[in-house]
């Protein structure tokens, strides 16, 4: 298919530029956006057309990207076959049923003018792997992927300490890391992705909880088999575990979730908490239905996007979480555009535009309310849950608090492979440290998001006058104001030491697609401290 | 279950899924299958009659070593040096029927259970080609007793042993692991011990039948191919590309010469029970559909064994590289240093931690299960202490590694990711003499 013409979207008031980072874009195949043919949907009567009141994240989207009855008519009934198996065909069917007119892809236009023949539809009936566009040749830093996930969120369970919030959804493809190798997880002869998040009931906040979470899944009285998913870090979803998993016969479907020990160093409102495993169950229903309405949610953004600097809206965190799925998106944060004036073009030129040195010339501050970390101006496309750029995040909007926000003095929020280390010293004698000694900590985040990044292994040095006076590893610690960190106390530091910050492992959590290309450095970043 | 048929199936998995099943169904098929009739009827054999099998040597009990455990010696080698485990094996748990902790009671009961056991090895060699077997007993079978084991016997009841699992605790009387390359002697075997028959092999076996209760039978296969032919459970894809050669599911050898410990150092060497050795037996399900649908070989390579391994290919396609060492000695001795370099650690080299003046310090009996139709193994070990256990599981589980690298709580430590833990038993398994119904104090009990 031809690529979306930008120039003459009318709907587009950005101006695009020619050094775009991701102007190598994979021409996706018509094979990705046809969509199936009147074959296809000849031969299942029990296509569902009526609404659902089941609880699925594009619920939320704006009502006129939802397909219509007619739209589900036109596209091919989707058997279980056809979902796991004709993933290209899905995924052009919720391509076609996007009629929002700033999003719009073209619609395909079958070179042949016969779409049964091409090729690439037989393959996809054959090879159980959705093909969805992948942006080819991404930057080195979290980018925009083609679309939107969609999936059902399963209303959160209690187990134990831990309030879980299952998600399911079609099978994805994740990158998983092993040590300094990334490896694209295919998602061949599986049903579905299973993810669940996990929070603190109390305080909403989502906990790094990778240690011994197990998930049995079973169909419903029937033996389960067990899977320990992958940690990992997604644009929409921030922090979470997830895999492919195969399932059996549609049905009701058991996820008994153990969460185990939260192993980090707790403090604060966290001290002595999430110390046992607990145990609860969701359930969720694998069936036609579902696997309709996950693939028709699938919200792509317009292709001029793909491969940018930026990220999704993680639709995911802050404290009401999983309360706001059902709304009409997040609240927007009080220092961005609020998402409706984001189509006016005034304030912002198009992304990869304009390069900006750092604003205040400042290595250790690069960004600022106007500028990313890259120094381009902020832009920001879409609404609610389908908002994406490089927008300044509200409070809210993240997993962390903003560097600005987090407490102590702070020194700076250095960039390692898209990383920011948003580093802080806080005073003698906090609450952090046992006797009178300085408490550093490093926050590494994703960038925009503000997803913490956990499973890294990160050391520093503090050095004076070229001595190193200290050097340790800091310890990943979970707090209820400083959020998920690394850290360490310091005995001793004065104004103008030089403080190194390493990162000797990058997170070693799997990635969602915009992801898989980031925070895969090792490297030093070092600081100038200015006492608290 | 149900026995698949012979003529759908390779012999070798017919009679895998034979002893799977057990009891005199499962004991026809195998004999319907060796006699060539291919269908699994057993009209030509009468499985109640202990009738002689064809090609499984008889024994003789004088030849028969003084420990339970000493199974080394009859067991062939590979051409690396390799101990050869028998093929197929099956666990017992049983109860009492009988209240031991009264003399009498105890006396005769001894007496039939240790002529049954003696009639044992006069029924089968003493090798894998006949029958090897221990009975083993739990700590809930010492408690019945007035007095204690001797303090040079270490058998703690089972416990948890990681943050990452909730296992339930076998607390059956006595484990009886029986061990052959002929499922048809296993199944022989097991029906003269536990079932209504008085022979095996053309011999008389004592009848015990009323001695036990059953608690639990756990089966398993350890061979080249035999993982690759039972992909059809969950818990494996089933086009999983396990090697041809590897015997576990996660397409490996395992058993490697250098990094079992000897018969020798599981034995306990002083008090009453000397000769004796402790067993631990863990009950894992495994879980490999990310394994081989999502890790490469080098991933596997990496966290089976360790990056350096992968590295260097040191290894092979299934461990045929490694001959009859897994190449551990070498690697850096702070795990957790290398850890943080190479951000994932290998499960050989974290159990070699474990080793002591570079010896290893238990001896795996291990072997594959497709019991319930899953993924699993049965992780049985022997070691002169349980504590000797609990170390090497604690050097296993790095947890330290996962506390202070980027190396998950299971994601890149080890096969973690991959193994769950159901059950935990320990048990005793006294020497040859003492085998039968031991008293804590078995000198005293003479």
Request: proline share 7%; aromatic share 6%; with cysteine.
């Amino acid at each position: 298919m031809p690529i979306a013409d930008h120039e003459s979207d009318q709907e587009m008031n950005h101006t695009h530029e020619q050094d775009h980072d991701a102007a190598d874009l994979r021409d996706p195949t018509a094979t990705d956006h046809n969509p199936p043919t009147t074959e296809d949907m000849s031969d299942d009567p029990s296509i569902r057309t009526e609404s659902t009141k089941r609880d699925f994240t594009e619920a939320s989207r704006p009502a006129d990207t939802e397909p219509t009855e007619a739209d589900l008519e036109t596209h091919a009934p989707l058997t279980r076959r056809r979902v796991v198996a004709g993933g290209a065909a899905l995924a052009a069917t919720a391509l076609a049923g996007c009629s929002d007119d700033e999003h719009v892809v073209d619609e395909p236009e079958a070179d042949d003018g016969d779409p049964t023949d091409d090729e690439g539809s037989d393959d996809a009936d054959e090879d159980a792997v959705p093909e969805l566009p992948q942006v080819e040749d991404p930057p080195e830093a979290a980018y925009l992927p083609t679309h939107f996930e969609a999936m059902e969120h399963i209303d959160p369970v209690v187990a134990g300490e831990y309030e879980v919030e299952g998600m399911v959804t079609y099978p994805h493809l994740f990158w998983n890391v092993t040590g300094e190798e990334v490896e694209a997880a295919e998602p061949a002869g599986t049903d579905v992705h299973l993810m669940a998040t996990v929070r603190d009931p109390e305080t909403g906040t989502i906990l790094p909880a990778e240690t011994g979470l197990e998930m049995v899944v079973a169909r419903e009285g029937e033996e389960g088999t067990p899977h320990a998913p992958w940690p990992m870090i997604s644009q929409e979803m921030g922090f979470h575990v997830g895999d492919n998993v195969p399932l059996g016969e549609d049905g009701t479907y058991e996820v008994e979730v153990r969460v185990g020990a939260i192993e980090a160093r707790k403090t604060g409102e966290f001290a002595g908490r999430f110390e046992e495993p607990g145990t609860g169950t969701f359930t969720f229903e694998f069936d036609d239905e579902f696997r309709r309405e996950v693939v028709a949610g699938i919200h792509y953004l317009d292709e001029e996007h793909w491969g940018a600097h930026g990220s999704l809206a993680n639709h995911v965190a802050g404290h009401e979480g999983h309360d706001e799925h059902n709304g009409d998106g997040h609240d927007d944060g009080s220092d961005h555009d609020d998402g409706s004036d984001h189509d006016d073009g005034s304030d912002h030129d198009g992304h990869g535009g304009h390069h900006h040195d750092d604003a205040d010339g400042d290595p250790h501050h690069p960004g600022d309310s106007h500028h990313d970390h890259h120094g381009d101006e902020r832009w920001d496309e879409g609404e609610g849950h389908h908002r994406f750029g490089t927008y300044l995040r509200g409070g809210d909007e993240g997993e962390l608090p903003a560097a600005a926000e987090l407490p102590g003095e702070l020194l700076g929020e250095p960039v390692i492979g898209d990383a920011l280390l948003a580093t802080t010293v806080l005073d003698r004698g906090s609450r952090f440290v046992e006797d009178d000694e300085y408490y550093l900590a490093v926050s590494p985040r994703t960038p925009y998001n503000r997803s913490m990044l956990p499973m890294m292994a990160l050391t520093y040095e503090l050095r004076r006058d070229g001595e190193t006076v200290e050097s340790d590893s800091l310890r990943d610690t979970l707090d209820h104001e400083l959020g998920y960190h690394y850290a360490a106390p310091l005995a001793d530091l004065e104004e103008g030491d030089e403080l190194v910050v390493t990162i000797d492992t990058p997170t070693n959590a799997s990635r969602h697609a915009g992801y898989e290309t980031a925070f895969l450095e090792t490297g030093d970043a070092e600081l100038e401290v200015t006492l608290p | 279950m149900t026995l698949p048929d012979p003529a759908d199936v390779p012999r070798r998995e017919f009679v895998k899924a034979a002893v799977a099943l057990g009891g005199t169904v499962g004991l026809s098929a195998c004999l319907g299958v060796n006699e060539g009739e291919g269908s699994g009827d057993d009209d030509s054999v009468d499985p109640t009659a202990g009738d002689d099998l064809d090609g499984v040597p008889t024994g003789d009990p004088d030849s028969v070593p003084d420990r339970q455990h000493a199974w080394n010696d009859s067991l062939p080698t590979d051409e690396d040096g390799n101990v050869k485990t028998p093929v197929h094996h099956v666990l017992r748990l049983v109860d009492l029927a009988v209240d031991v902790a009264d003399p009498a009671a105890r006396e005769e009961a001894r007496e039939t259970l240790s002529a049954a056991l003696s009639d044992l090895e006069s029924a089968f060699e003493w090798s894998n080609e006949g029958l090897l077997f221990t009975v083993g007993y739990s700590p809930a079978y010492f408690e019945r007793f007035d007095g204690s084991l001797p303090d040079s016997v270490d058998l703690p009841e089972p416990t948890a042993l990681t943050s990452l699992e909730d296992p339930a605790f076998d607390d059956a009387d006595i484990l009886v692991h029986l061990a052959s390359d002929f499922p048809e002697a296993l199944l022989a075997a097991e029906e003269a011990l536990f079932g209504e028959v008085d022979a095996a092999n053309g011999v008389g076996v004592a009848d015990v039948s009323d001695l036990f209760e059953e608690v639990d039978r756990r089966t398993g296969f350890l061979d080249a191919g035999l993982p690759r032919e039972h992909r059809d459970v969950e818990g494996v894809p089933e086009d999983a590309p396990i090697p041809e050669g590897a015997p576990l599911f996660m397409g490996f050898a395992n058993g490697f010469a250098e990094s079992q410990a000897t018969e020798d150092r599981v034995t306990i060497a002083e008090g009453p029970f000397a000769g004796a050795t402790t067993q631990h037996l863990s009950t894992l399900q495994t879980q490999l559909n990310a394994w081989w649908d999502q890790e490469n070989h080098h991933q596997r390579v990496a966290k089976m064994f360790s990056p350096t391994h992968a590295a260097e290919d040191r290894v092979g396609e299934w461990g045929e590289e490694l001959a009859a060492d897994p190449a551990v000695a070498d690697l850096p001795d702070d795990a957790v240093e290398y850890a943080r370099d190479e951000g994932v650690v290998g499960h050989a080299q974290k159990a070699a931690r474990a080793r002591e003046d570079g010896d290893p310090i238990l001896l795996r009996r291990d072997f594959p299960t497709t019991d319930g139709d899953h993924t699993g193994l049965h992780f049985l070990t022997l070691q002169e202490s349980i504590a000797d256990f609990v170390r090497v599981r604690e050097a296993m589980t790095g947890e330290d590694i996962a506390d202070d690298t980027g190396v998950g709580t299971r994601v890149n430590n080890g096969i973690l990711q991959y193994v769950f833990v159901r059950r935990r038993g320990n048990y005793l398994v006294p020497p040859r003499e003492y085998r039968s119904l031991p008293t804590p104090d078995p000198n005293a009990d003479r």
